[in-house]
């Protein structure tokens, strides 16, 4: 059946709202478990005081994530399912299937997840361009990062995403692989986004940290333009993007203005690809100046090491 047949968008978005209740569990539950992260490393009162900071970016955040489930996600599903299918129908996948079956589960998913960290660092790398940074601002227009800012995500960068696992199913990875891989990928981004300090020590030699990808986050600061990759930090220790001089204290986000609330968010990058962005707050330019210049009295002792409870090694 062709995708643009109405039954199959309609299937798509039945599934979706079908799977509404399960994707609302598994929120919960993953808000419960990186707020007890917050509270064995900030204590109660500091867990609290962070949430509380966020609160509003996190209502954004939630409405994005809301409005993403019944309509960006059956969409990429559906065109997800019909260029892998069209892909393989037409004998274009390097790798035939039969081979994953004779390598094993455990190694054809370490090279699923290997690989697609690979794509998506060149991916993520390709979204910092000039021309689709406007639709990946989004995502880093948080000023408080959390685990949930990873669903602060506009559309058009959710379909730049969806092509790591397109060219994963042109690689021939099987379609178990490619639904671990985008799991595993998922929820350590949710992980790397959280509010804690850990650089991971000689871990992070090969993995992607908290504190990495924080710095990732920072607002101009040479951080910035580091740190593509999601799992593997070798990535961009090996193509010269890796930065971590310790946990991160800049001030983060964006200085673009989008706006106010989701509508701010959604139309923004076709007001700046239309030569209509909004206009910068009056007073952006010297709350800019303050903080950039408070983060760098404090990166001062960034060389410093850290205390041995702020860090995991």
């Known amino acids: 059946m062709p995708f643009w047949s109405k039954s199959v968008w309609l299937n798509a978005l039945d599934q979706s709202v079908r799977q509404t209740p399960g994707t609302l569990v598994t929120l919960i539950l993953s808000a419960l478990a990186f707020f007890a992260l917050a509270v064995a490393v900030k204590g109660l009162s500091g867990a609290l005081k962070s949430a509380r900071a966020a609160g509003e970016e996190t209502r954004i955040n939630a409405i994005l994530s809301a409005l993403d489930q019944v309509t960006v996600g059956p969409f990429l599903t559906v065109m997800i399912a019909t260029l892998t299918v ?134 101009d600061i040479d951080g910035s333009g580091s740190n593509f990759a999601t799992v593997f930090s070798v990535f961009d220790r090996l193509f010269g993007t890796y930065y971590q001089p310790g946990p991160c204290r800049a001030p983060l986000g964006v200085r673009e203005y989008m706006g106010k609330g989701v509508i701010g968010q959604y139309l923004y990058p076709f007001q700046v690809w239309l030569g209509m962005a909004p206009s910068q707050r009056p007073a952006a330019q010297f709350t800019l100046l303050s903080e950039t210049l408070t983060s760098a009295a404090k990166d001062l002792n960034l060389e410093k090491p850290a205390p041995a409870a702020r860090e995991m090694i």
Do not use: C
């Open 86 to 219: 069209t892909l393989r129908t037409h004998g274009l996948h390097l790798a035939p299937l039969p081979l994953w079956a004779k390598i094993g589960g455990v190694p054809t998913l370490l090279a699923t997840v290997f690989v697609g960290d690979f794509i998506g660092y060149w991916r993520h790398r390709t979204q910092h361009s000039k021309w689709l940074w406007p639709a990946h601002a989004i995502h880093h227009s948080d000023t408080a990062l959390t685990w949930f800012s990873l669903e602060r995500m506009h559309p058009i960068d959710r379909v730049g995403s969806m092509l790591d696992t397109i060219l994963l199913g042109a690689l021939g990875f099987p379609d178990w692989a490619l639904i671990g891989n985008v799991l595993i990928r998922h929820y350590y981004g949710y992980f790397i986004h959280a509010d804690v300090p850990w650089t991971f020590g000689k871990v992070g030699w090969v993995m992607n940290s908290p504190a990495m990808h924080r710095w990732h986050h920072t607002r």
